[in-house]
DNA sequence: GATGAATGAGTTTTCATTCAT
DNA sequence: TATGAATGAAAACTCATTCAT
C-alpha cells in the first residue's frame, strides 16, 4: 500500500496515522452504538485494517474509548477558551462563533461528547477513575462557559440569571441541537443552532 | 411472598406483578448502562427472582427494551395531551405542570426516555421497526408541545420564534436538567427545572 | 443425565461434583502439558461438559491452577503431619507410610504437586501473591519433614547431617520417583520408591 | 555493532553469534516460563533484536525450544563421559567433579534440561519424534551414569543396591539441588550440592 | 540482514437463551 | 411457576508468522 522507503521517521508516521484511523472510526461507532456495542472488528473494518493491529496500538476497546472520550474533552475546553478570548467581541458573537466550530468543524467529534460523557458518569462498567477525570473535566468546562455568561450579563447582552445554571442550559442545548442535526430528522429547514441564540438575549 | 389463593384472576395478577418488577429493575439498569451492556442476570437480580423467569414473561432482552421504550414514549404523549387541556391554567402553567410532572413523578422512566430514544435512532443493533416507530412518536409528542407553544405566543405568554424550534429546545432541556440532577453532579442548590422556564418568557 | 429431583441441596451436590470434575480433569491436563498449553477447552472435554459451563464454578483458567496448586500443597501438608504422629512407628516406618501413601493414593495430585510448584516460583506469569503463598507452604512443609528426620537421627534411624538438607533431597526424590513411574519410561521391575529409603539410613 | 569488514566468513560468524544470542535468551526464558508462555517477542527483546529477524535464524519457536533441548542433553551427554574417563579419579572424585561442572559453569542451561525434558516426554502438544529423541537421550546419559556407579561399587567406594536406580536418583538429585539453588529459596549457607554425596557413600 | 507493521488462526471469556426438574 | 445448570454463538484479545521496505 504504501510506498516510501522504511525508517524509524516514516514508521512513527505510520503508527500517527494508524492511531487517527482507528480513533476517526471509533468515534463514529461509539456515538452510534455505544461502548458495548461496537464491536472491536467493526472498527477494524471501517478502519481497513484486521482486528489484530488495533491492539499494536490500544491495549484494548476501553483504552480507545477513554483516548477519544479525553480528546473531545481537550478540545471542548480549549474551544471555550478562546472563545474567552476573542478580541473586540461580544458575548454574542463569542457564543455565535461556539456554536459556529462545533457545529461546522468538529461535527461526529463534539456529537460524540456529550452522549458519551453522559453514559460515563453513570455506568457501572466504566472506572471511577475515568468517571472523575470526566467529572472533572466537565466542572471546568462549565466554569470556562460560565466566565463568558457573567461577562455577557454585566455588559446586558445576556439574559439575567445564574451564570452557572445559564452556561449549563447552553452546554445542553448545543448538543441537543448537534445531535438532531446529525441525525437529520426533526428539522429540514434551516440550521437549528443560530436561532437557539435568542432564548439568552436579555429580556428588553 | 403473597399467599392469596390461586384462581385465574389471582394468577393475572401475579403476571402483572412479575411483569412491572421486572419492567422496573430493567429501566433503571437500561437508563445507566444501556441495552448491551446490561444483563439479564442483573436485572433477575434487581428484580429478586431467577434469570430463567424473565423468560416466562418476555420473549428476550429486546422484548423487555422495546416495552420500556414504547411504555415511556406513551407516558409523555399522555403528559403532553393532559398539560395542553388543563383548564384555566395559563401556558407558562402548563409548562411548569410539566416539568413537575416529570421531575417529581417519573424520574428513571422520564430520563431513561431521551437516553434510550436518542440511542435507538442511530444505534445500528436497532431494528428499523422500532426505530420508525420511536421517531413517529416522537415527532407525534413535538406536535403536541408545539401547539403549547403556539398558544402561548399568541397570548403572548412566551417568547417569539419558530414554535416547533421552541418546543424541541424544551423538550431537550427536560431532558437535561433531568439527567443533572438525576446524576446529582453539577448542581447542589434549588432544583433546576424551576428556572430554567424563565428563558422561555416573552422579551419585555 | 441426571433422575434426582431438583433442589437447594441437590444444586449444591451439582455443583460439588462439576467442581470436582473440572479439578480432576484440569490437575491431569496441567501436569501433563503446564497451565499455558492446557486449554479450558480441554479441560471442558475431559469433564463432558461445555467450556461455558466451567465458568459458572470458576473465575477464569488461573483460578482453576490455583485452586489445584492450594489443594495440593495442603494434602502434602496434612499428610506429613499424619506421618509425624504415627503411634509406635520408627523413622523408617514413617517415611515408608508417606512414599506410599503419596505413591498409592494421590497418584496425580503429588505428581502435578511439585512440578507445579516449580513452575510457580519462577514463572513471570503467576502473581507475587501466589509466588508467596505456596513459598510458604512448600517452607512449611519442608519444616515438618525435617522434624521426622531429627527425631529419626537422634534415634540413630537415619543418616547424619543436616536434618533439613535431608528431608529437602527426600522431597524431591519422591517427585522424582513419582514422575519416573508415572512417565513409565526408565524402570520396568519393581516400584523405585521402596529403595530410596536406603539412602537414608545410617551408615553401619 | 561490529564493524569488520563483511565477507563470507565473517558472515558465517555473524549468522553464528546471532544463533547463540537467540539461543542464550530463549534457554532463560524456557527454563523459567516454559514454551507455551514465552513468547517470541520476548525472546527477541532479551537477545536485544527484532522478532522479525529470528526467522532468519529459526524457522519457529519450536524449533529453537528443540535445538536448545538437543544441545543441552549433548552436553550431559558429553559431561557424563567425561567424568567417566578421567584418569586417576575415585568415584565420589568423579562425582564431585560432575555435580561441579553442572553447578559452577552450566547453570541454566542444565537446570533447564531436565526441568524441560520432563515436560517434553509427557506434553501432548511436543511430536513423537522430538519425545523418542529426549528418551533415548536421557537412556543414554543413564547408562554413562550407571557404569559410573557399576565402577564405584566394585572398588567399594559407593553405596550398594542397583547401580541403574542409584543412578537415577542421583540425576535427578542434582536437578532438584540445582533447582533449589537457582531459586534461591529454601537455603542459605552452603551449597547443597556436596553434602549431597554423602548419601551416595557405602555404609560403614 | 534488519525492522516492525500487518495478518488471522486460535484461545479465553461472556452471556442470552433453553430446559430438565 | 420457579430455578439454576447447561449450552454455544459471539466477542475480545493474543501472538506466531509473514512480508514490504
Same mark, same amino acid.
Given at each position: 500500500?504504501?510506498? +516510501? ?12 496515522? =494508524? ?5 476517526? /472510526?471509533? *468515534? /463514529? ?5 455505544? +461502548? ?23 491495549? &484494548? %476497546? ?6 477519544? *472520550? ?19 467581541? &461580544?458575548?454574542?458573537? %463569542? ?10 468543524? =468538529?461535527?461526529?467529534?463534539? *456529537? ?12 457501572? &462498567? ?6 472523575? &477525570? ?7 468546562? +462549565? %466554569? ?12 446586558? $447582552? ?21 445531535? /438532531? $442535526? ?20 436579555? %429580556? /428588553?
Amino acid at each position: 500500500m504504501k510506498r +516510501l522507503p522504511r525508517n524509524p521517521e516514516r514508521d512513527q508516521e505510520i503508527r500517527k496515522e =494508524r492511531c487517527d484511523q482507528i480513533l476517526s /472510526a471509533a *468515534v /463514529a461507532l461509539f456515538a452510534k452504538n455505544g +461502548l458495548s456495542s461496537t464491536k472491536i472488528s467493526d472498527i477494524a473494518h471501517k478502519a481497513h485494517m484486521s482486528h489484530g493491529l488495533i491492539y499494536n496500538y490500544f491495549q &484494548s %476497546k476501553e483504552e480507545i474509548y477513554i483516548s477519544i *472520550v479525553e480528546k473531545n474533552l481537550c478540545i471542548l475546553t480549549s474551544l471555550f477558551e478562546q472563545a474567552h478570548r476573542l478580541p473586540d467581541a &461580544s458575548s454574542y458573537e %463569542k457564543l455565535t462563533w461556539l456554536l459556529d466550530q462545533v457545529y461546522c468543524e =468538529r461535527w461526529d467529534d463534539a *456529537v460524540f461528547y456529550q452522549v458519551v460523557a453522559d453514559q460515563i458518569l453513570t455506568s457501572d &462498567s466504566v472506572s471511577d477513575q475515568l468517571k472523575t &477525570s470526566v467529572r472533572t473535566s466537565i466542572g471546568d468546562n +462549565l %466554569k470556562l462557559l460560565t466566565r463568558i455568561f457573567r461577562v455577557g450579563q454585566e455588559k446586558g $447582552e445576556l439574559i439575567q440569571g445564574d451564570p452557572r445554571e445559564l452556561a449549563f442550559y447552553f452546554m445542553n442545548m448545543i448538543q441537543a441541537v448537534l445531535l /438532531a $442535526e446529525t441525525r437529520g430528522i426533526y428539522f429540514t429547514g434551516t440550521p437549528l443552532h443560530r436561532n437557539l441564540l435568542q432564548l439568552f438575549l436579555p %429580556k /428588553a
